[in-house]
């Protein structure tokens, strides 16, 4: 049985991927007004697709680390669209991040922001810094760098 071998870049973003999905059933943010208090979640019909779209690209990124690491009869092709898959890392990750900090910024006066929001926003800093990494390492199969003659 072969090992697995995940690079420190695929393990940040595996584990961030993961984060992200769980933070996004947490309370995201929470709506006061007038004695009224309720907690949402990223899934919340108000919040349902602007803020589960963070959570939805931190899962594509981690499900496409687990099946080139994990899954031995699977074959992905090497580019998608023309973009390698460090391209769409980079991306996804970028996306993630600048939704997540957007969130931050950006609040009514009527609501605070959820413990499950800054969860997602740590696990979305750490997929941007995963596919970060991931433009530091080097292909596999690259020849090493040549040696220069000694003079």
Do not use: C
């Not at 899934?43 to 080139?68: D, E, K, N, R, Y």
């Not at 969130?103 to 006066?109: A, D, K, V």
């Not at 413990?115 to 090493?144: N, S, W």
């Amino acid at each position: 049985m072969d090992k697995v071998k995940l690079s420190t870049a695929n393990i940040v973003i595996l584990a961030s991927g993961v984060v992200i999905l769980i933070a996004s059933f947490l309370p995201f943010n929470k709506l006061s007004y007038a004695g009224f208090s309720k907690s949402y979640s990223a899934w919340s019909s108000h919040l349902f697709l602007i803020a589960t779209i963070p959570a939805l690209l931190g899962v594509v990124m981690a499900v496409q680390v687990g099946i080139a690491g994990f899954a031995s009869g699977v074959k992905l092709p090497d580019r998608v669209l023309g973009f390698t898959w460090t391209q769409i890392h980079l991306v996804l990750g970028f996306q993630t991040a600048i939704m997540m900090i957007a969130f931050l910024i950006t609040s009514p006066i009527y609501t605070d922001r959820g413990f499950g929001m800054y969860l997602m926003l740590l696990a979305a800093i750490g997929l941007l810094v995963g596919a970060i990494l991931r433009l530091q390492e080097k292909p596999a199969g690259a020849a090493p760098p040549p040696v220069p003659p000694a003079t």
